[in-house]
């Protein structure tokens, strides 16, 4: 059984109360860890290309206000 299997059986037995409690502290690791991975992903420029993309359809017009 793999690592993530066990994990998953156990938050399913979890009770009511325990299971919020992960779930608060789950939303907020996985919150970080997105950040964390933005964060190294801007640094490097991976996002260079479609920010260029998007100010240049901005600038053409081909954009909607929200």
């Keep these: 059984m793999s690592t993530a299997t066990q994990i998953e059986q156990a938050v399913r037995e979890l009770p009511p109360n325990e299971l919020a409690a992960f779930r608060a ?3 907020g690791f996985d919150a970080d860890d997105w950040d964390r ?25 081909r954009c909607t206000d929200l």
């Design 25 to 27: 502290w789950f939303t």
């Design 37 to 61: 991975r933005f964060d190294e992903d801007v640094a490097v420029g991976r996002l260079e290309r479609l920010a260029e993309e998007a100010l240049a359809d901005h600038r053409a017009g």
